[in-house]
Every structure is written in structure tokens, then in C-alpha cells.
């Protein structure tokens, strides 16, 4: 069966850096278009980046400046997204998602179960 396994988050202080991964199976992955999006304490989810299927092309939301890196490895089936000078505001709970376009959707498309990210002194 389809399985997304985030990986990588875990409690870092503000400046600090992580590199998440997502280990994708049951599904042809080189096929789909791979996102990450995160979900704050409260608040609904937000998308933050996504690879298209060959690595050509990436996209960014905009609060990311810079600091946010979305790659994947289709021989290995991975997914990574490497945050630099990380924010308290970066704190939450980071999934992956598997799409045929741009911008996942709950609805038909894959999706993992999260990995925290905790951003705190």
C-alpha cells in the first residue's frame, strides 16, 4: 500500500537547522509531483514547497526566503526539505505530500502523517 514516513523533526532553538525526510513506497514516485506542508498549533494547514517530478522546477511560498531547501532523490524514493535559521513561528507539525500538480489535496492525493518540528530557547 501508498506510504509516506516523514522523518528528521524533532526540538532545535531559534537559528538552528533541520533536514527533514520523507521515505515514499507503494506508488511510482518519480511520477508525482512531492510537497511539504506544515500545519502550526491552532492554525490550518500551509503549504510551503514543492519539487516537480524530474527536480527541474521548485516552488516556494513566500514567507520561506531563502531558508527553506525542497529536493528529492528518485533512485532512493525520498523526499527532503533542509530548513535554515529556523523560527519560533516554524513550529509545527511537517507532512509530505504526493500530487500530480502544484499544490496537494486531501482529497485523492497522498499524504504522510507529519513529523514535529519544534522551534523554542
Known amino acids: 500500500q501508498v506510504q509516506l514516513v516523514e522523518s528528521g523533526g524533532g526540538f532545535v532553538q531559534p537559528g538552528g537547522s533541520l533536514r527533514l525526510s520523507c521515505a515514499a513506497s507503494?506508488?511510482?514516485?518519480?511520477?508525482?509531483?512531492m510537497s511539504w506542508v506544515r500545519q502550526a498549533p491552532g492554525k490550518g494547514p500551509e503549504w510551503v514547497s514543492t519539487?516537480?517530478?524530474?527536480?527541474?522546477?521548485?516552488r516556494y511560498e513566500n514567507f520561506v526566503k531563502g531558508r527553506f531547501t525542497i529536493s528529492r532523490d528518485n533512485a532512493k524514493n525520498t523526499l527532503y526539505l533542509q530548513i535554515d535559521s529556523l523560527k519560533p513561528q516554524d513550529t509545527a507539525v511537517y507532512y509530505c505530500?504526493?500530487?500530480?500538480?502544484?499544490?496537494?489535496?486531501?482529497?485523492?492525493?497522498?499524504w504522510g502523517q507529519g513529523t514535529q518540528v519544534t522551534v523554542s530557547s
Open positions: 505530500a504526493a500530487a500530480h500538480g502544484w499544490y496537494p489535496s486531501r482529497r485523492g492525493d497522498y
Open positions: 507503494g506508488f511510482t514516485f518519480s511520477d508525482y509531483y
Open positions: 519539487v516537480n517530478s524530474d527536480s527541474s522546477q521548485t
